[in-house]
């Protein structure tokens, strides 16, 4: 079990907010394979507090998603804890603060992992949504902005003002900013912080690829699993983890046809949320790791990249998956 404020999950993996890809679509593909608690993307908070953009469906639960976090982003106290309460009486169930985001055009506004470097004002933002809502708050942090003694440094004294301020949850990336997505994840920070304060509940993230990674991290003493750039076109990841971290037997990877049945529901409900002629541009973003198991791996790929229209990208799919 995971939990984090008032919310207990059954299982301690999390579908992580993925900008451009963690939509309705995605969302349900995730819960269909264990996921409880699932994400939109990042919300700027400037956007989530203000009224006109909050009633559009893309920033707002569906039917049927009674368990959803909201990820807002943003360096104005006031803002903040407008859009984090804002987003609570629309429906969701739990607020994330994103002080992690590597992008450069994020950076360049001094939003999420800028915030790295001011321990201050991070404490701040916290201390104003705190006092804003009722919800469980989880902050996504990296490990640094870079690897200096000084960032490192920084990183260790927010975790504590955090803890000490009452955080639920903190979902930790093993990266620096600076290091976007190269390299390795470095845990040792991860485990650091879970050690040095045993009661709050640490999630981990960062390059959770198969099963048995995630396993291995949950087995090293944190509390949960952010599962991200391996649960896009492989929700089998879920699965798989869930049943190891169960003491189940890990499921037989998915047939050729069972993948395509997949690809086929997933694209069949983006076609419910996106105008006519999007959604083959939006599912190529997919395909490469949906065909990972296939024999033909390559030609299909290409095939589904060359598709422009929807019922060319269906035909695809099922010819070469049988289904």
Not at 123 to 131: L, T
Not at 210 to 230: C, F, N, Q, S, Y
Not at 284 to 290: C, D, G, L, V, W
């Amino acid at each position: 079990m995971l939990k984090i404020g008032n919310l207990e999950l059954s299982c301690p993996l999390i579908a992580a907010p993925l900008s451009g890809y963690t939509n309705w679509a995605m969302r349900n593909i995730c819960r269909d394979f264990g996921a409880e608690l699932t994400f939109p993307g990042v919300f700027l908070a400037k956007s989530a507090a203000m009224p006109k953009v909050l009633c559009k469906q893309c920033f707002r639960p569906y039917p049927g998603e009674e368990l959803l976090g909201a990820q807002i982003m943003g360096t104005d106290p006031e803002i903040m804890a407008k859009a984090a309460k804002d987003l609570e009486q629309t429906g969701y169930k739990l607020i994330d603060l994103n002080f992690a985001c590597p992008a450069p055009k994020v950076l360049r506004r001094g939003r999420g992992g800028h915030m790295l470097g001011k321990p201050e004002a991070v404490g701040e933002i916290f201390d104003r949504v705190r006092g804003s809502i009722d919800l469980p708050i989880s902050v996504k942090l990296r490990i640094g902005y870079d690897k200096t003694a000084e960032s490192l440094e920084s990183f260790y004294q927010i975790c504590e003002t955090l803890t000490r301020l009452g955080a639920d949850a903190l979902v930790i990336h093993g990266r620096t900013t600076l290091q976007k997505y190269s390299g390795s994840a470095n845990w040792q920070p991860i485990y650091e912080i879970k050690r040095l304060h045993p009661e709050l509940t640490v999630i981990g993230s960062g390059d959770i690829f198969t099963p048995e990674a995630a396993a291995e991290k949950l087995d090293a003493g944190i509390d949960g699993v952010l599962l991200a750039r391996g649960v896009v076109g492989n929700p089998w990841l879920i699965s798989e983890a869930r049943a190891i971290i169960e003491g189940r037997e890990k499921p037989a990877p998915p047939t050729v046809q069972e993948a395509g049945e997949v690809m086929l529901r997933h694209i069949s409900m983006l076609q419910q949320i996106q105008e006519e002629g999007r959604v083959t541009r939006f599912f190529r973003k997919f395909a490469s790791q949906y065909c990972k198991r296939h024999p033909q791996r390559k030609k299909v790929v290409l095939e589904i990249m060359a598709a422009e229209i929807e019922s060319e990208l269906i035909e695809i799919i099922k010819r070469n998956f049988g289904c």
